[in-house]
């Protein structure tokens, strides 16, 4: 397996959206209900690029097999050190490590940058793919927020985990 994690680039933002598209339209992960197009989904992209925050791609065999992010966890400035994290996969490419090795990389990316805590917002607590490997890297249960969100006719929980990055709250930061 040829696997290369790297900088995500806008020619690889129609793989992207494809592999989001389905995450809404099949799956639990994610409460959106109607996949955004492409259009919007380059409008996220560069939003967060812009913004200072990483966006990484996974390739295996040359084909985007999956994707991660970090993005604002809230926008008020007091949050500025705290990032929430995304991951998603093509669903042929579940249960290889490929998504492990891009929230390692979205981690040591993120503690390069400054920032000092990570949130994972899981969607649905029976995902315990998910839950599992954001625990597998290090991340603690914080709680559950029971019956949120409703997708597929039924009531969805999500899955608060959090994570510190670099110094996290032993030191205040100098500078942002």
């Not at 806008?10 to 109607?34: H, M, Q």
């Not at 007091?78 to 990389?105: D, W």
């Not at 981690?107 to 998910?130: E, L, P, T, Y």
């Not at 510190?164 to 500078?175: D, I, K």
Request: charged content about 20%; overall charge positive; proline content about 6%.
């Amino acid at each position: 397996m040829s696997l290369e994690i790297r900088p995500a680039i806008a020619a690889d933002l129609p793989d992207i959206a494809e592999i989001y598209a389905e995450a809404v339209r099949f799956g639990t992960a994610t409460f959106e209900l109607v996949p955004p197009d492409l259009t919007e989904m380059t409008r996220r992209f560069q939003a967060l690029t812009d913004g200072g925050f990483p966006y990484f791609t996974a390739a295996l065999e040359g084909r985007v097999a999956g994707y991660a992010y970090a993005g604002p966890y809230r926008p008020r400035p007091a949050y500025r050190f705290t990032v929430e994290n995304s991951v998603y996969l093509a669903p042929a490419t579940h249960r290889r490590g490929i998504g492990r090795q891009l929230l390692e990389r979205l981690i040591a990316d993120c503690k390069a940058r400054g920032f000092r805590q990570m949130i994972a917002v899981i969607g649905d607590s029976a995902n315990a793919a998910s839950i599992g490997v954001h625990a597998a890297c290090g991340f603690q249960m914080i709680g559950t927020h029971p019956n949120v969100g409703l997708k597929f006719g039924r009531w969805l929980d999500t899955v608060m985990m959090q994570r510190e990055l670099g110094e996290g709250a032993s030191t205040v930061p100098s500078v942002r």
